[in-house]
């Protein structure tokens, strides 16, 4: 026991008898206790702290006391002042906050080169393995992976010579949450929405592998536009082997009593588990107007090393409180929630806190929340709440049971939880008994009949359910048409999505049918009918047709006035324009959709997802990344709102924006991105192949072809395609629009990426045998399905190897070929269009044409993104060997310097291939660059 320690137990030993005692009495017993100036100190900071009507000012206090027991007795009270000093280019100016880990100043650039506030986090100077450098590093490393527009942004940091560390970060201007929500009064739908924006950056965080490790009030600011912003990330920890978060220096000493979760208080390293227990301590104090432990359970804690016991429910809390208003909205779903993320047992909480998000969603749009495990009765209950005005009406039981027959296609389980909420509906919408019982007749009937043979309580195949529902749709006398059209609706897109194009088209051309049957079911249905054969048409690539289809669509959507569908159709032909690589009228689209999204009175979160899924893509490929990022994250939140965490659609646009990670060179972060992604998709998927999951390993291969790992990735790309065929080989497969493809095709697919891999890592042998083992090339035109840019890239590689392995004549050719298939289309991406100029200088300078390569050679160099960086690296040689031939030496040193600072700037390791290629190419002026710690 330290010194320290020894002073807090004798005061500890009083504190629980004097804060019973009434004010008089109390300081006659301090009078007459007979205590060292030390322990009586410590003592009195405590009783006046409880004192206080702000509750979290007894955390605060005794999280400073404890680290002093707990830790190296460093605390902010002991640090010098640091106002007016500077820390880098950076200096201090007046202080704004203190913690247990640094005190933060307001401060400004104090070089001239710019002028903006900042806050600048200054931390202890180093005291052996607590050292203040280490921890500053940390938060620097963790700030730097993460840019979220809830997280406070990194723009410096470092340590003085003098051992003082530092963290430079934007100034936010707001006030912590418990503030702000006291303050304004917040009622608690404002309340829940705050904890569940703090849920969501937690999440992302926890997505890119990073645990917090610290969150409490006093580090989520609100600012003046209502977002949240979270901050102190100095004890954050990675989720990967051998990361620090077992260093005892992030024990218990670093932590916030009041808020960690138990497992901390026993010495645990910080997890996401704890991170979930804090944001239920958060939104516990939030709506309760209490803490989760009172003083005399804080003090124990440290006197005893024995946690807290579970805090009573937040409705009990704020009833003991005076507020018995609030414990009455409190009772149920909050106290649910809350209950779920404060149990002991971190396998009891929340899994994520995603799924924590979630549940607060639900509770805002009165959904049923998983926390409270409510029967068919609460989600009837929690179904009236939202849909009053929609449960006297007929067509209530007709979108319930719709509903029920498309989860029923996808999840048995969720099917029949669907029919059973549908029917409780039933009994009270008698108005619309016929046409319920007949769609619900007709669900059941294709669950009973399907596959009569099975065993007993085996559950019918997707398989069988579909076409056996195929046929009753397409068949059935009883239906009546608007029936038979939703179902043929239904069951088209459903087969569309699942690559049955010729099932698919027999039943939305029948839906079509029906309208011609019927005209009074409107302009609308035809136009969604007229979507979904558009779609259709280019999956199986007869563009034109689908266009058309999708032009009348939009058209009817515009004429009817459902501003709703329009605005799905308009994101639909944005992206469109950009499949096509028209990106300024696929810009100027899917602005115009955005603005129109925003102008709905009511987003749905189903179209708020398709409309920035689609900005993001096009915005990445325009450059704009920021926005592009910012697009990929709301797309992903609204499938979470719709679909739940670790949906397939939440996936796909995970996976569209770990591709910007690739295109700035951010390979480690795009490689955690894409492990987990790959982890999400095979447990969604039961371990079934799926091309979803393949998509994302060919891009695990891109991040670790980009880490130089050259060999791993030439595996991943290869398994890739093994099962991508398995997948679309599968019975039941689970596929995208690519599954068109087919044998040829396929191998021709494996066999192009496979080369790309080799040649990308200069294995140039390679990856000519790799092409060369394809069938003639121009036989894979006529396969079925197979895509067109993806040839001309096969002849544009095979150009590049033939004409470097010296086979010019061969590689002309092949060049030729490529050059004409780019006449007739568009190969929108720049790195493709950059390998085309790349494959045109090789067969330049293979011909003595040295200018005319020069120019080929820059031309393609100004098209690669950062990330780009072993095809920047390969085209900077070619173009300083044309340079050498020229007898230009002083541009070679300025290509030397350059790449270089490239490399640096992407952080690659001193053994990465591409500072090697440099340093082999006579790179002088560069070594010590080239060599140094990056």
Same mark, same amino acid.
């Given at each position: 026991?330290?010194?320290?320690?020894?002073?807090?137990?004798?005061?500890?030993?009083?504190?629980?008898?004097?804060?019973?005692?009434?004010?008089?009495?109390?300081?006659?017993?301090?009078?007459?206790?007979?205590?060292?100036?030390?322990?009586?100190?410590?003592?009195?900071?405590?009783?006046?702290?409880?004192?206080?009507?702000?509750?979290?000012?007894?955390?605060?206090?005794?999280?400073?006391?404890?680290?002093?027991?707990?830790?190296?007795?460093?605390?902010?009270?002991?640090?010098?002042?640091?106002?007016?000093?500077?820390?880098?280019?950076? =200096?201090?100016?007046?202080?704004?906050?203190?913690?247990?880990?640094?005190?933060?100043?307001?401060?400004?650039?104090?070089?001239?080169?710019?002028?903006?506030?900042?806050?600048?986090?200054?931390?202890?100077?180093?005291?052996?393995?607590?050292?203040?450098?280490?921890?500053?590093?940390? !938060?620097?490393?963790?700030?730097?992976?993460?840019?979220?527009?809830?997280?406070?942004?990194?723009?410096?940091?470092?340590?003085?010579?003098?051992?003082?560390?530092?963290?430079?970060?934007?100034?936010?201007?707001?006030?912590?949450?418990?503030?702000?929500?006291?303050?304004?009064?917040?009622?608690?739908?404002?309340?829940?929405?705050?904890?569940?924006?703090?849920?969501?950056?937690?999440?992302?965080?926890?997505?890119?592998?990073?645990?917090?490790?610290?969150?409490?009030?006093?580090?989520?600011?609100?600012?003046s536009s209502g977002r949240v912003r979270l901050l102190d990330f100095g004890i954050a920890s990675r989720l990967t082997e051998g990361d620090a978060a077992g260093d005892e220096t992030l024990g218990p000493a670093w932590c916030s009593p009041g808020c960690c979760a138990p497992e901390r208080l026993r010495g645990a390293a910080p997890s996401v588990a704890e991170d979930v227990f804090a944001l239920g301590a958060l939104l516990y104090q939030l709506l309760s107007g209490q803490g989760i432990r009172d003083s005399r359970e804080l003090t124990r804690w440290i006197l005893t090393r024995e946690a807290p016991p579970a805090p009573p429910l937040a409705s009990r809390s704020a009833k003991a409180a005076g507020r018995h208003d609030r414990a009455r909205e409190l009772r149920g779903d909050l106290d649910a929630i809350c209950r779920r993320c404060l149990r002991d047992d971190p396998e009891d909480r929340y899994a994520s806190a995603d799924a924590l998000a979630h549940d607060l969603r639900a509770w805002l749009e009165q959904r049923p929340v998983a926390a409270r495990e409510g029967g068919t009765a609460y989600r009837l209950g929690r179904w009236v709440s939202r849909n009053r005005w929609l449960a006297a009406t007929a067509s209530l039981g007709l979108a319930g049971l719709v509903l029920g027959l498309v989860l029923a296609l996808w999840q048995a389980d969720r099917a029949r939880s669907a029919q059973a909420e549908a029917e409780a509906a039933l009994r009270t919408t008698e108005a619309s008994l016929a046409r319920v019982s007949a769609l619900r007749d007709f669900l059941v009937d294709l669950f009973l009949s399907a596959d009569p043979g099975r065993a007993p309580g085996e559950l019918p195949s997707t398989a069988a359910i579909l076409e056996l529902g195929a046929e009753r749709a397409l068949s059935n006398p009883s239906l009546a048409e608007d029936e038979r059209f939703e179902l043929l609706l239904t069951l088209g897109e459903v087969h569309r999505g699942l690559n049955r194009p010729p099932r698919?088209?027999?039943?939305?051309?029948?839906?079509?049918?029906?309208?011609?049957?019927?005209?009074?079911?409107?302009?609308?249905?035809?136009?969604?009918?007229?979507?979904?054969?558009?779609?259709?048409?280019?999956?199986?690539?007869?563009?034109?047709?689908?266009?058309?289809?999708?032009?009348?669509?939009?058209?009817?959507?515009?004429?009817?006035?459902?501003?709703?569908?329009?605005?799905?159709?308009?994101?639909?032909?944005?992206?469109?324009?950009?499949?096509?690589?028209?990106?300024?009228?696929?810009?100027?689209?899917?602005?115009?959709?955005?603005?129109?999204?925003?102008?709905?009175?009511?987003?749905?979160?189903?179209?708020?997802?398709?409309?920035?899924?689609?900005?993001?893509?096009?915005?990445?490929?325009?450059?704009?990344?920021?926005?592009?990022?910012?697009?990929?994250?709301?797309?992903?939140?609204?499938?979470?709102?719709?679909?739940?965490?670790?949906?397939?659609?939440?996936?796909?646009?995970?996976?569209?924006?770990? =591709?910007?990670?690739?295109?700035?060179?951010?390979?480690?972060?795009?490689?955690?991105?894409?492990?987990?992604?790959?982890?999400?998709?095979?447990?969604?998927?039961?371990?079934?192949?799926?091309?979803?999951?393949?998509?994302?390993?060919?891009?695990?291969?891109?991040?670790?072809?980009?880490?130089?790992?050259?060999?791993?990735?030439?595996?991943?790309?290869?398994?890739?395609?093994?099962?991508?065929? !398995?997948?679309?080989?599968?019975?039941?497969?689970?596929?995208?629009?690519?599954?068109?493809?087919?044998?040829?095709?396929?191998?021709?697919?494996?066999?192009?990426?496979?080369?790309?891999?080799h040649y990308r890592s200069r294995r140039i042998e390679a990856a000519d045998q790799r092409l060369s083992g394809i069938l003639e090339l121009e036989s894979i035109s006529d396969e079925p399905g197979a895509d067109p840019d993806n040839l001309t890239r096969a002849f544009v590689l095979a150009a590049a190897t033939a004409c470097r392995l010296g086979r010019l004549e061969q590689g002309l050719a092949r060049l030729q070929t490529a050059t004409d298939r780019i006449a007739a289309s568009a190969l929108a991406d720049p790195r493709h269009r950059a390998e085309l100029a790349e494959a045109r200088a090789w067969c330049l300078e293979r011909q003595g044409r040295i200018d005319e390569a020069l120019a080929e050679a820059r031309a393609g160099l100004a098209l690669l993104e950062p990330g780009w960086i072993l095809q920047k690296v390969e085209l900077s040689l070619l173009l300083m060997e044309l340079l050498d031939t020229v007898g230009e030496g002083a541009e070679i040193d300025a290509i030397c310097s350059s790449s270089g600072s490239e490399i640096d700037a992407l952080g690659l390791a001193n053994d990465h291939p591409v500072r090697g290629w440099l340093l082999e190419s006579g790179c002088a002026t560069a070594r010590s660059r080239l060599v140094s710690e990056p």
């Open positions: 026991m330290n010194e320290r320690h020894a002073i807090w137990k004798a005061a500890a030993e009083h504190f629980d008898r004097l804060i019973d005692l009434a004010p008089a009495d109390r300081a006659d017993a301090l009078d007459a206790l007979e205590l060292p100036d030390e322990v009586l100190s410590w003592l009195e900071r405590m009783l006046e702290a409880h004192d206080q009507p702000e509750p979290l000012l007894i955390d605060r206090e005794v999280t400073s006391l404890a680290r002093g027991v707990l830790g190296d007795g460093s605390g902010p009270s002991d640090w010098p002042d640091y106002s007016g000093q500077d820390f880098g280019p950076w =200096r201090a100016r007046e202080e704004i906050g203190r913690g247990g880990m640094g005190v933060v100043y307001r401060g400004r650039r104090a070089d001239g080169q710019f002028d903006m506030p900042v806050a600048i986090k200054v931390l202890a100077p180093a005291r052996g393995d607590r050292s203040s450098v280490q921890l500053s590093r940390r !938060e620097l490393e963790v700030l730097a992976e993460l840019r979220h527009p809830a997280i406070a942004g990194l723009l410096d940091g470092g340590s003085r010579p003098d051992g003082v560390a530092y963290v430079v970060m934007e100034l936010v201007d707001g006030r912590p949450i418990d503030e702000l929500a006291r303050d304004e009064e917040l009622g608690l739908p404002a309340r829940v929405r705050l904890v569940e924006q703090v849920a969501e950056a937690v999440a992302w965080c926890h997505r890119h592998l990073v645990v917090h490790g610290d969150i409490k009030p006093s580090n989520v600011l609100v600012d698919a088209r027999d039943l939305l051309e029948a839906a079509l049918e029906t309208i011609d049957r019927r005209p009074d079911l409107g302009p609308l249905a035809r136009a969604r009918a007229l979507r979904q054969l558009a779609w259709l048409d280019i999956m199986q690539r007869d563009m034109d047709a689908g266009l058309e289809r999708h032009r009348q669509a939009r058209a009817l959507a515009e004429a009817g006035a459902d501003e709703e569908l329009a605005v799905q159709l308009g994101a639909e032909a944005a992206f469109l324009h950009f499949m096509r690589g028209d990106l300024p009228a696929a810009r100027g689209e899917i602005d115009a959709t955005t603005r129109r999204l925003e102008a709905l009175e009511a987003s749905p979160a189903s179209i708020v997802h398709s409309v920035m899924n689609a900005r993001g893509m096009i915005l990445d490929q325009v450059g704009d990344r920021a926005r592009s990022l910012a697009a990929f994250e709301r797309s992903a939140e609204a499938a979470r709102q719709v679909w739940g965490p670790g949906s397939r659609r939440e996936l796909v646009v995970r996976n569209n924006a770990g =591709r910007v990670a690739l295109k700035e060179g951010e390979f480690q972060l795009a490689r955690r991105e894409y492990l987990d992604i790959i982890d999400a998709y095979r447990r969604l998927h039961e371990g079934q192949p799926t091309e979803f999951e393949a998509a994302a390993m060919s891009h695990l291969a891109q991040a670790e072809l980009g880490l130089g790992h050259f060999e791993e990735a030439y595996q991943i790309m290869d398994r890739a395609y093994v099962l991508w065929a !398995e997948a679309i080989e599968a019975p039941d497969a689970v596929s995208g629009a690519g599954a068109s493809r087919r044998s040829g095709d396929r191998e021709f697919m494996r066999a192009l990426l496979g080369s790309w891999v």
